[in-house]
C-alpha cells in the first residue's frame, strides 16, 4: 500500500467514527422525553374525579335537600324556578367550563335512553361503548375514533343511580324513553376524550 | 416624463387608501355594501368589528361578544359555543359552524340578508334537526323554514318559549290580575336610605356668576329631583379632579357618575351605541394625515326608520329625552319619543288603548304603575343584581332590549299584565302591531296546546 492509499483510509475511518460516535450519543444522550402516562391511565383519574364530584352533589346536596328534608327541588330551569342545578347540569356545565380552559380532554353525558335526544350517541364508539358498560357491570370501553380530521383515544365509563333520586326523578320525567331504572342501574355513560 | 407624474400620483392614492383602511378618516367609500340596521350606525368604526385589519372569523367573534357576549348569557343562549366545541360535534361543525356568529350572521350582505341580519336560509336548523319528527310527530310535515316562527322557537333566545314556561303559563287570562313591583314601588322602599343633608332651593345654586344664565334655569333645578337629593350645580358642571373647570354641556360621561346602569345600558342600545367607548372613525395616524376621532352622536337625520324632519340634527344624549334641568321622567316616555319617531307603530300609539291607560294614570284617575307609555314596553324597569348581591331596579337604557324578536319582550314586558297566549298571539300578528294594539289579534299561536297535548300523552304513556 502506498502513502495516498494508508491516508485515504485513514480519513474514512476518521469520518465513519465520529459518525457513528455522534449516532449513539444521539440515541443515548439526545432529546430524552420524560415518560408520559398512558392515555387510559388519565381517562381514569379525570373519570374518578367528575364521578366522585357529581357523586356528592347528587347525595349530599340533591338527595338529602330535595328528597329527605324537602326544602327545595332540583329543576333544570332552576334560575326561573329558584331551583338546584340538575345533577347532570352540574356534569354539564363543568364540561363546558373545562372546554374554555383546554382543549387537553373533553367529556360528555351521555345515554342509550336519554331525556333529551341531542345526548344520545352518535359516533360508533359512544354506540358500543354504552351499550358494553350497561351489559358488562364493573366495566369500562376504551377505543380510539377520528372526529373532524383529529385522532381521539375515547373512554367510556358506566354512570350508575347512586341515590334514590336519580330512579325517581328520571322514571317520572315527562321526556324520559325509560321508566323502569332502579338504585343502582346503569342510565347511561361518561365519555372522555382525549387528542391524540 | 408624465407617466413619472401618473405613478407618484397612483402611488400617494394608493397610500392613502391603505393609509384609510389602517388608521381611518374618511372611509365612507370603502363599505362593501350596505350594512344591517343593526350596525348601520357605526359602520364607519370599522374597528370596532374588524379590531385588527387582517385575520376572519376568530377576529370577529371576539368583536361579536365583546358587545353582544353579556345579552347572550342573560338570554340563557339555547346554542351556546360550548355546544359545538365538543369533538362529537366535530361532523356537524363541518356543515355549519355554529361556533361562530358570523357563520349565519355576515356583514355588508345585503342581499342574502333576512330579518335579524340572518344571511342563511331559513332551513338552517335542518343540518342537526333533521330527525325531529320521530321524537316530536306534532312536528311531521312542517317546513324547517317555519322553526323559528313567532311563538315557537328562537335560535338564541327561548326565554317565553321553552316547554315547561308554555305548562305553567297555560289557561291564563288574557288580563291578569297580578300585582308586580313597579319601580315606584321600589324607589319607595329605598327613600330612607338615601341620606340627603338638606333638600336644595333655587338661593343655593352654586354656578359662579359668569356662568348662571337664565334665572329660569334655576327655577327648573330647584324643583326636580336633583335639587332634592342636594346635588348643586357644581355637581354636573364640574369634576372633582378640576373643580375650576366649568362644563357648558355636561355629557354621558358626568350622569354616568351617579346613574351607571342607565349610562351603560343606553350606549348599548341604539340610542346610544356610537357613544360606546372604543367607536372610533379615525385613530392617530402617521405624519398627523389621520387624527383619532370619536363617532359623532346619532342624529335622527341618519336614521333608517322614519323620523320627523324638525329634529333631524338633534345630537341624541342624555338630555335629549330628559331636559338639561328638568328631569321629567313623565315627558321622557311619549312626548319625547313621539317628538322625533314618525313610523306607523307610534303614529297609531297615541289613539290606542295603552295611551288612554298612561293618560288616566297622569290625570290620577288609575293607580300607579298602570299606565303604559313608549317607556313601559321598551325601556321598562329592569331587576339586577350589585357585585354585594343585593337586588336593584332600574329603568333600561337600551331600547333595542326589549324589541326585536319581540320574544324578549314576553316576560319582561307584556307578561306584566297579559296572559301568554294572549301576548303570543298580539306578538305574532304584524298587523295589530302597526296599529299598536288597538283590536284583538288575527293569528293564534298553537305553542302551548301542543306543550300541554305532548304533556298528556307522555303522563298517559308512563301510566
Known amino acids: ?196 | 416624463m408624465l407617466w413619472v407624474l401618473w405613478i407618484t400620483v397612483s402611488a400617494a392614492g394608493g397610500l392613502y387608501v391603505l393609509g384609510s383602511i389602517v388608521y381611518g378618516g374618511n372611509r365612507s367609500l370603502l363599505l362593501i355594501g350596505k350594512t344591517t340596521s343593526g350596525h348601520h350606525q357605526i359602520e364607519l368604526a370599522c374597528d370596532a368589528c374588524h379590531t385588527t385589519v387582517f385575520g376572519g372569523a376568530e377576529v370577529l367573534q371576539d368583536a361579536c361578544v365583546n358587545c353582544h357576549g353579556v345579552e347572550l348569557k342573560a338570554a340563557n343562549d339555547a346554542h351556546p359555543l360550548s355546544k359545538f366545541t365538543d369533538p362529537r360535534n366535530a361532523d356537524r361543525t363541518a356543515v355549519l359552524d355554529a361556533r361562530h356568529c358570523v357563520t349565519c350572521h355576515q356583514e355588508h350582505r345585503p342581499k342574502i340578508t333576512r330579518a335579524m341580519g340572518v344571511t342563511l336560509p331559513h332551513d338552517y336548523c335542518f343540518h342537526c334537526h333533521a330527525d325531529i319528527a320521530e321524537d316530536r310527530p306534532s312536528h311531521k310535515g312542517l317546513a324547517f323554514s317555519t322553526c323559528a316562527s313567532a311563538g315557537c322557537h328562537n335560535f338564541h333566545d327561548n326565554r317565553a318559549l321553552y316547554n315547561d314556561f308554555l305548562l305553567q303559563h297555560a289557561g291564563e287570562p288574557d288580563h291578569l290580575e297580578r300585582q308586580r313591583m313597579t319601580l315606584a314601588t321600589f324607589l319607595r322602599s329605598r327613600e330612607d336610605s338615601i341620606k340627603v343633608p338638606r333638600v336644595l332651593v333655587a338661593a343655593d345654586a352654586d354656578a359662579p356668576a359668569a356662568h348662571r344664565g337664565d334665572a329660569k334655569i334655576a327655577a327648573d333645578w330647584a324643583g326636580d329631583a336633583h335639587a332634592r337629593a342636594g346635588i348643586n350645580c357644581s355637581g354636573c358642571h364640574t369634576t372633582k379632579a378640576e373643580p375650576e373647570r366649568w362644563i357648558a354641556a355636561p355629557g354621558i360621561d358626568v350622569c354616568k357618575g351617579c346613574h351607571s346602569d342607565e349610562a351603560r345600558t343606553f350606549v348599548e342600545g341604539k340610542h346610544g351605541m356610537r357613544l360606546r367607548e372604543g367607536m372610533m372613525a379615525s385613530h392617530d395616524g402617521p405624519l398627523g394625515i389621520f387624527r383619532a376621532a370619536k363617532l359623532p352622536p346619532m342624529t335622527p337625520a341618519q336614521a333608517r326608520l322614519p323620523m320627523k324632519t324638525d329634529q333631524a340634527h338633534t345630537e341624541l344624549g342624555c338630555n335629549t329625552c330628559h331636559s338639561a334641568h328638568r328631569y321629567d321622567p313623565k315627558t321622557a316616555r311619549v312626548e319625547r319619543c313621539t317628538g322625533c319617531h314618525d313610523d306607523t307603530h307610534t303614529k297609531a300609539y297615541l289613539t290606542s288603548a295603552h295611551h288612554g291607560l298612561f293618560e288616566k294614570e297622569a290625570a290620577g284617575l288609575a293607580p300607579k304603575g298602570t299606565g303604559v307609555s313608549c317607556a313601559t314596553c321598551h325601556m321598562p324597569p329592569i331587576e339586577t343584581r350589585r357585585p354585594d348581591g343585593r337586588k336593584a331596579i332600574f329603568v333600561t337604557h337600551n331600547q333595542n332590549d326589549n324589541l326585536r324578536p319581540n320574544e324578549k319582550m314576553v316576560r319582561s314586558v307584556c307578561g306584566t299584565c297579559h296572559g301568554l297566549q294572549f301576548t303570543l298571539d298580539a306578538l305574532a300578528d304584524r298587523k295589530l302591531i302597526d296599529k299598536n294594539f288597538t283590536g284583538l289579534s288575527g293569528v293564534h299561536i298553537e305553542s302551548i296546546a301542543w306543550a300541554q297535548r305532548r304533556a298528556r300523552e307522555r303522563s298517559k304513556r308512563r301510566q
Open chain 1, 1 to 196: 500500500m502506498n502513502r495516498q492509499t494508508v491516508k485515504l483510509a485513514a480519513a474514512a475511518l476518521l469520518v465513519g467514527g465520529v459518525t457513528a460516535a455522534t449516532a449513539v450519543h444521539a440515541q443515548w444522550f439526545g432529546s430524552k422525553e420524560p415518560k408520559g402516562i398512558p392515555m387510559q391511565q388519565v381517562a381514569d383519574m379525570l373519570h374518578a374525579v367528575m364521578d366522585s364530584d357529581r357523586a356528592i352533589y347528587t347525595t349530599r346536596v340533591v338527595n338529602r335537600l330535595q328528597n329527605e328534608d324537602k326544602v327545595i327541588k332540583a329543576d333544570e330551569h332552576f334560575m326561573d324556578k329558584k331551583a338546584l342545578p340538575l345533577p347532570a347540569q352540574m356534569f354539564r356545565f363543568g364540561a363546558e367550563r373545562v372546554a374554555t380552559k383546554t382543549k387537553a380532554f373533553s367529556y360528555s353525558l351521555l345515554s342509550l335512553w336519554p331525556v333529551n335526544k341531542q345526548n344520545a350517541p352518535r359516533t360508533k364508539i359512544e354506540k358500543d361503548g354504552l351499550k358494553y358498560v350497561a351489559d358488562n357491570k364493573g366495566k369500562n370501553y376504551y377505543g380510539e375514533e377520528t372526529l373532524g380530521g383529529k385522532k381521539y383515544f375515547t373512554a367510556v365509563y358506566a354512570d350508575t343511580a347512586v341515590a334514590p333520586v336519580c330512579v325517581t326523578c328520571h322514571n317520572s320525567h315527562p321526556e324520559t324513553p325509560r321508566t323502569d331504572f332502579k338504585l343502582g342501574d346503569v342510565m347511561g355513560g361518561v365519555v372522555i376524550r382525549l387528542p391524540m
